[in-house]
């Protein structure tokens, strides 16, 4: 049986991703658990502990995504803003990326 991937999923693991999680889904059932930065000094993995358990000795069942780093998702909306042809807004849209600290 092949896993469907649904609107409600994609919606999931993007809220999750947006929050710094790391998602792994269930290749066989689509159940998706998320982690945060284990690398974050706020990280407390007691809270966790069971969760990464059982993540680690199913690794090979689930598939990892993990958040885009920042230059990433950068390149990603520079992309975006290239595919819009060139018009007024564009440009203004351009400019602003250009800036330090566009957003």
Known sequence: MKLQITDQMVREIAEDLDAGMTCYVDKNTGEIESLPDTLSP????????????????NMGEYWIIEPMESWEAFQVMDD????????????????????PKPF
């Open 42 to 57: 706020y990280f407390d993995s007691e809270l966790w502990q069971d969760l990464i358990d059982k993540i680690d000795r």
């Open 80 to 99: 975006f803003v290239d595919s819009l042809g060139d018009n007024k807004e564009t440009r203004r849209l351009i400019s602003s990326l250009q800036h």
